[in-house]
């Protein structure tokens, strides 16, 4: 059997050769990680030009497809991201178990949206959503959705709470969160019709934790102002410093005033997986609704985000339609079709990422990975403090250290970083205050890389 070009179908040997020639890339990738560059940033005035190409109109050679992979986009022109020495932002360190269920899904081209088209993927997705759901404490009416990130889970649970809260009726309603808050919490609210006046952003204490008096004062301010105090977003674990809210003292106050809680756990929620992370986030189990990235501490490749509500039906309540050409889905009530609980009806299989790499690995491996990234960011803080002229700003917490040298350029140093491309660490403002800082939540990280990325830092200055 030759290939089919009007078909788009190539012989079983030559889906063989190219399968192995993209496994081969991919082991060599995580084989020689450490020694990569930890990324490069492109020139637009390079690199666009090279792409703006017309489509060729007739096959080209593998040799050519892979050379342009490799030269231009794999090997240069990107950050990696699950680098050792990538201690920006929040790393995304997948594993090769991740990769290869994510290749599995799409070759099979599972439709996840409904029980009909995709039985399997859903009672597997359903499943990891339980773990998720008992790791974090949550009750047995609680469910979610794999979805594509932090971005993504905070606009569908607050979707979901604008609808079981105001009935999908926004006027005069007011909602609070911190100054540490990600800016994907500002643009759900946004989506969700939310006007700025409606939105209060409450000054962060000296631990850059959401203050409750000053959140007590507003609610009672907007109350007795005619307005309808809605919901608290709290962080457990933020960007900038792995801050956590005082999470069941806001529970208390939601309570009392009936508001809805939201829990940005983007970043930190999966660790309570692991006995530190769990005393940590001590109240998350109070979320009326939770983000979750298992593409951040829970090592799974990029787009795994997840939703949990603490009621599921509520999900349901807010998303769910029955137009008249999914009949045939709705017919039998027994079977779960996740396009009823958010927005998409088309869903590829994310659930069998983290699915089989707990199969793979089991539980005490990811345990032992996230107290790793504790640890991790606790060295830091100790080789910084041992360092001359070096300020700790933020311990190390959650994963997170944050620091400060009086002499530093931060934009000649992060530009610096990206010539060596040794490492790379990214600035962040507190209080009005330039710092660097590090997240070591990525498994590969070692104490020796920790200690070079900070002496070429402290020779950058």
């Known amino acids: 059997m030759k290939m089919n070009k009007d078909k788009l179908e190539l012989s079983p040997n030559e889906m063989r050769a190219l399968g192995y020639r993209v496994v081969d890339l991919l082991t060599d990738h995580f084989t020689h990680l450490p020694e990569k560059r930890v990324g490069t940033k492109g020139d637009p005035a390079v690199l666009r030009p090279a792409f703006l190409k017309p489509p060729p109109a007739h096959p080209q050679s593998p040799d050519e497809i892979f050379t342009t992979l490799t030269r231009d986009i794999f090997s240069d022109n990107m950050m990696n991201v699950g680098h050792p020495r990538f201690l920006a932002f929040v790393p995304v360190p997948s594993n090769f178990v991740s990769v290869m269920a994510d290749a599995l899904a799409s070759g099979f081209n599972v439709f996840s949206g409904s029980w009909l088209a995709g039985s399997g993927s859903v009672a597997i997705e359903l499943a990891v959503i339980d773990w998720l759901r008992q790791w974090c404490g949550l009750p047995e009416t609680a469910g979610g959705l794999f979805l594509s990130g932090g971005s993504m889970a905070n606009l569908t649970a607050i979707v979901a709470a604008r609808h079981a809260k105001l009935d999908d009726r926004t006027e005069g309603a007011v909602v609070y969160y911190s100054d540490q808050t990600h800016s994907s919490v500002d643009r759900a609210f946004r989506v969700a019709g939310f006007l700025p006046e409606q939105i209060r952003k409450i000054p962060s204490d000296a631990q850059f934790r959401l203050s409750l008096d000053q959140l007590a004062r507003r609610i009672a301010e907007d109350r007795a102002a005619g307005l309808r105090p809605f919901a608290i977003v709290a962080n457990a674990g933020t960007t900038n410093t792995g801050a956590i809210d005082p999470l069941q003292e806001i529970a208390a106050l939601c309570a009392l005033n009936q508001m809805w809680m939201h829990v940005d756990g983007a970043y ?46 509520l999900l349901k309540a807010a998303f769910r339609i029955m137009p008249e050409y999914l ?8 079977e779960v079709n996740p396009c009823d609980y958010g927005i998409q009806l088309t869903r590829s299989f994310r659930a069998l990422r ?66 060596d491309g040794f490492a790379l660490a990214t600035s962040t403002v507190l209080k009005g205050r330039t710092v660097l800082r590090f997240c070591t939540i990525n498994p590969r990280t070692t104490e020796d890389d920790i200690t070079q990325t900070l002496n070429r830092i402290d020779a950058l200055v």
């Open 268 to 313: 930190g929620a999966a660790a309570a997986l692991c006995d530190r992370g769990r005393t940590l986030l001590q109240g998350l189990e109070l979320a009326d609704s939770l983000s979750l990235d298992p593409h951040k501490w829970l090592f799974q490749s990029m787009e795994c985000g997840c939703v949990l509500l603490r009621d599921a039906a």
């Open 327 to 334: 009949a045939d889905v709705h017919r039998d009530v027994s």
């Open 354 to 419: 983290l699915w089989m790499s707990i199969q793979y690995f089991g539980l005490d491996a990811f345990r032992a990975a996230m107290e790793r990234g504790f640890a991790l960011a606790e060295f830091a803080e100790r080789k910084l403090r041992s360092m001359r002229r070096w300020e700790i700003v933020t311990p190390a917490h959650m994963g997170i250290v944050t620091f400060h040298h009086p002499d530093a350029e931060y934009k000649k140093l992060h530009d610096a970083m990206l010539r």
